[in-house]
């Protein structure tokens, strides 16, 4: 288990859980379901936010958001 | 046969997640019969239009609401708050709810409409943007879809106009779904009696519910097993393949940034040069009409109000609208291509620490040729209280109507026009005013980010649409309603004030006025004096001295005497109120300067202007100290006008006024006491 901050850009990974509960229901309208492939397309110039794709689309987030995303990768 | 109980004259509102193309929607059921206004207490535009349709005997009357993006009814946003209660809410009388979805997002975009199912009212759903799936090869079963949700489904291509009627015929037809897609098993839906009555009792609360997460992740589970049977897609879209190529580029590490810089560039170009033209026409074009109604009506005081006062009021306002629009086709081209939230993602970490976002850079660009429609554009931003920070420090940034008041002063400080005998001293001075009111307005914003409290989360959660290309008619639209809400609106207010200002400027109640009057109409209708314009520019100068402003300019004086400012430039102060550049005409008429080259005239008067000791007047002091007053204080009422109406109050206009006010008057002190 990591984090979704953690993981290479092209790296695929499952949603597990959430650390933090106001944003995980934000999160969740956003698409990013427990159960969902997750990957992160690519990141902004400096390093921050990401860009995630999530149930068929891309969704952009902050490092701090992205920690807060329980995944596992797939290997 | 008619049928008497159909009801014919139906309250519709669209309901879908933001980017499901709601408002391309909202504009091909309505064209341009929409009107846009704000909803109580919040600064959320409310857009409100009209349709009409016959089917077989009937003709139907659709009023039609477009309700704020959401993406369920578990509101995060201000935005969404307002959708939800709208929705809810029973004074409304909504008849019929449109389910807006994007056919190539349906997994996200059917969460919503399950929920909305759920609350038992009327639906019908739009599958729109059909012609995309159809495009990519997504297959959607929509007579099975249908059947499952148990709402009339329109498959619509709103960008073209296509399913419309179809639509508009489905709409008359709607009725109550039978189907459920929440828990039926679930203890908390149970207590309230119905999901409606939970989705209310939950409006009530400001905490998540941890129900929130469950009932959604259980809407999802069956939305899986509803597109695994009714959607056939392919592995991967072509139109996300070629938004990823794009993105490559647009969020390149050093291509993204030329590209925002050219971006930014034309933005600047057009506001600031191509803007020029037409406002000059407007300019003429008012003046003109009123040199004709002078002519036409019977000299007098109703004359006088109708022409400097109502047209030349009116002309102040309508010479905003080419800044307006072009900056409005700008930031239209740019959200409905998609590439404003990608400007956003590139700027995120630059703007973020000053408590901006990244979609501030082009209200910012903008406003160096002017706050007016930067502070419109601003609504691009999502995120309250970065909004409103971005409001507050745009005045700050320098204007094009300071222009002509830092080049007089300028000249006035530096005749021969070089600093430190090398240097071209008007080109120094005024990028020093563009920097210090740029600094000033990014350590504004860093206060402000710590002290403004929103009940908002500040997320960047933030959806990255697929490119798309705009369309002429969604732009045309936006500029059109942008530019009735700022005449309709703003304009009011300007108008008022304008009013007011030449009421003040024109009329004095002392016995000295009414003679001065009277002499400048003896000299006009004289035919024996010959040096007729000296003389009455002579007497307009004492008028105004006498007037109901100049009054007012020896009133203040000893509040503005510290800062090195008498009460001719009191009087500037306060005309000037109006529009900055008008400092520029109204020390013209103090110092009666010659027509023929006012602006040469007026920086004689004033360099050779000495006070009751004989020492120069406009010296170094007095000249940098109204130079910074001007950088600072917020000497515009169109400004004000227009923070009233984008954040849909007093409040924050108050605030701005206060903090700009205490800025000006703090730093012309400074270099007043410092300098002289």
Redesign the interface.
Known sequence: MTTLNELKPGEKAIIRSFSN???????????C??GELVSI??L??????Y?IHV????????KA?AMTVVVETLS | MSDLSLNTHLKIALVGNPNAGKSTLFNALTGLNQKTGNYSGVTVDRYEGKSAFNSGLHHFEFSILDLPGLYSLYPKSNDEVIACQTLLDEREKIDVVVIVVDATNLKRHLMLATQLIDLKIKTVLALNMIDEANKQNIIIDVAGLSDTLGVPIAAVDSRHSSGVDQLKELITEAKISDALFYDLQSEVIKDKGSYKAYIQSSLQQTSAQAFENTDKIYRFNIINYLLAKYVKSPAQLSQKEMSSKIDAFATHKIFGYVLLLFILFLVFQFIFFISESPMNWIEQFFLQAGNYVHAAMPAGQLNDLIVNGLIAGIGGVVMFVPQIAFLFMFIGFLEDSGYMARASFIMDRIMRPFGLNGSSVIPLISATACAVPSIMATRSIKNVKERLITIFILPLISCSARLPVYTLLISVLYPNNTFLGIFNSKGLVLLAFYLIGFVISLLTAFVLKKLVKTNEHSFFIMELPVYRKPQLKTIGILVYNKVKVFISEAGKIILAISIVLWFLSSHGYSKEYKELDQQVAAVQSSDVVTNKEHIIKHLESLKLEHSYIGKLGHFIEPAIAPLGFDWKIGIALITSFAAREVFVGTMATIYQSSDADKEEGIKEKLRNELDVYGNKKYNTAVCWSLLLFYAFALQCMSTIAVVKRETNGWKWVFAQLLFLSVLAYGSAFLAQQVLS
């Open positions: 509960e106001a944003l995980s229901s934000k999160l969740i309208d956003m698409g379901l427990p397309s690519r902004a110039p400096l390093g921050c936010p860009m149930s068929g689309y891309e969704l952009s987030l902050r958001e």
